[in-house]
């Protein structure tokens, strides 16, 4: 039988489904997607989608409980999650670095194959003081909001918290509206040369991290109307705030890079 009472502070789990059906659902969005990409048919594809959603609600709800109810977040448990939060950005900033090698190794030095010029010859590149730059000022004006809510949060003005956080959710999907209207009207493609493949790779991978990052502050959002948060007991924000600094950080070397410099 489970105890809640534990004669040390480490966090020993119980067991738990949802690893399982989460290595299902991953199992099942891939062959799906192989599907997709054959027979055009999205019904396996849609089918991994959901059980992967409903594993994520139901194990970030028992989280939830541990840290919230349970009282199972001891001090030393919560250093244990930051580290790891810690290292899980510096393994992203690690990802990041890889789009950002592969960019400038294909523009300082330019094949012949793209006419030894960067933009390659017949690509047409976005004007940076167009879309990307509303996007920069859209994600520095959200990573102030994000920092305004985290000292709200400490002084124990949830009023305050509660609303510089709805702002930062609506800039994050703001951020998201804008950049699918520019690739929607992008002049050129993925297959486009090196240029449309590194552009791709690195602004969508980087897009999806905004979305990941709005979804985790949209959960911290709806802890916090339900009193989950204190001023010394608020780790989960804490972790969303790291998170969407790092997307602020890295979409600024996107726009100096790839957008400014690489145009």
């Known amino acids: 039988m489970s105890n809640n009472f534990h004669n040390h502070p480490y966090h020993l789990v119980d067991y738990s489904p949802w690893p399982l059906t989460g290595a299902i659902g991953t199992m099942t969005l891939v062959t799906g997607m192989i599907k997709w990409f054959h027979n055009f048919s999205m019904n396996l594809l849609i089918l991994g989608y959901i059980i992967i959603l409903?594993?994520?609600y139901q194990w970030w709800r028992d989280v939830c409980r541990e840290g919230t109810f349970q009282g199972k977040h001891t001090i030393l448990?919560?250093?244990g999650l930051r580290w790891g939060m810690i290292l899980f950005i510096i393994s992203e900033i690690f990802f990041?670095?890889?789009?950002?090698?592969?960019?400038?190794?294909?523009?300082?030095?330019?094949?012949?194959?793209?006419?030894?010029?960067w933009p390659p010859m017949s690509i047409e590149a976005f004007n940076p003081f167009q879309i990307p730059l509303l996007n920069t000022i859209i994600l520095i004006s959200?990573?102030?909001?994000?920092?305004?809510?985290h000292h709200a949060l400490m002084t124990n003005n949830f009023s305050q918290t509660s609303q510089s956080l709805f702002f930062t959710i609506l800039l994050g999907f703001?951020?998201?509206i804008l950049q699918g209207y520019e690739y929607y009207e992008a002049p050129f493609s993925i297959a486009d040369s090196v240029y449309g493949s590194t552009f791709f790779m690195a602004t969508g991978f980087h897009g999806l991290h905004v979305l990941i990052g709005t979804i985790f502050l949209l959960i911290c959002f709806i802890r916090l109307i339900n009193h989950h948060f204190s001023n010394n007991h608020h780790f989960g924000f804490e972790a969303?705030?790291?998170?969407?600094?790092?997307?602020d950080v890295v979409w600024l070397f996107l726009y100096i890079s790839i957008y400014w410099?690489?145009?």
């Open 96 to 117: 990041f670095i890889s789009f950002f090698w592969a960019f400038f190794h294909s523009s300082l030095a330019p094949n012949i194959e793209i006419g030894t010029m």
């Open 174 to 176: 703001y951020f998201s």
């Open 261 to 263: 410099w690489g145009n």
């Open 54 to 56: 409903m594993t994520m």
């Open 77 to 79: 448990v919560s250093k």
């Open 240 to 247: 969303a705030a790291w998170y969407w600094h790092f997307v």
């Open 142 to 149: 959200s990573g102030l909001t994000v920092t305004w809510a």
